[in-house]
């Protein structure tokens, strides 16, 4: 099954936008119950990973579509740094912004954030990403069927 039948909540998107309604960030929502568990107590890392990768690709999406480009981009780097564990049950917030654009490229960098008991916030990791926005008719990706 998929990650939201498996423990993981339908997630909330939010998108910053500058005085030009260009996305510069996303906050995404994750609740994450215990079948996500990898060490006990803890979400596991992969899982934790496919969440920073989704508000990536949700952020680096929708930031070309408001350029008014295809936003049609795949991942071409993904670095994830687990500076500490993200317990659960509980809520997972993925922050991404962008970093800098060059042609095609498009950099990001992003962190989740959970809150403590004692309502402080802490960020259990840090990433960045390198995403290349696909030429017009680009056909690598499609069915072969598609293709023809």
Known sequence: GTLQSQGL?????????????VIQKVFVYWEVSKKLEG???YCHGGCVAALIDDAFGAFTNLHLRSLGRSGEAV??????????PTPIPGAVVCVVSLD???GRKIFSR???????ADGSFVKPIEANALFIELKAGFKGMANKDEQK
Do not use: S
């Not at 909540?9 to 309604?21: I, K, P, R």
């Not at 992003?110 to 403590?116: A, E, S, V, Y």
């Open 9 to 21: 909540g339908e997630a909330v998107y939010y998108f910053e936008v500058d005085t030009q309604a």
């Open 75 to 84: 991942t071409a780097y993904l670095h994830v740094d687990y500076k500490a």
């Open 100 to 102: 800098r654009a060059e």
């Open 110 to 116: 992003g962190h989740t954030l959970i809150q403590n």
């Open 39 to 41: 060490p006990p107590g």
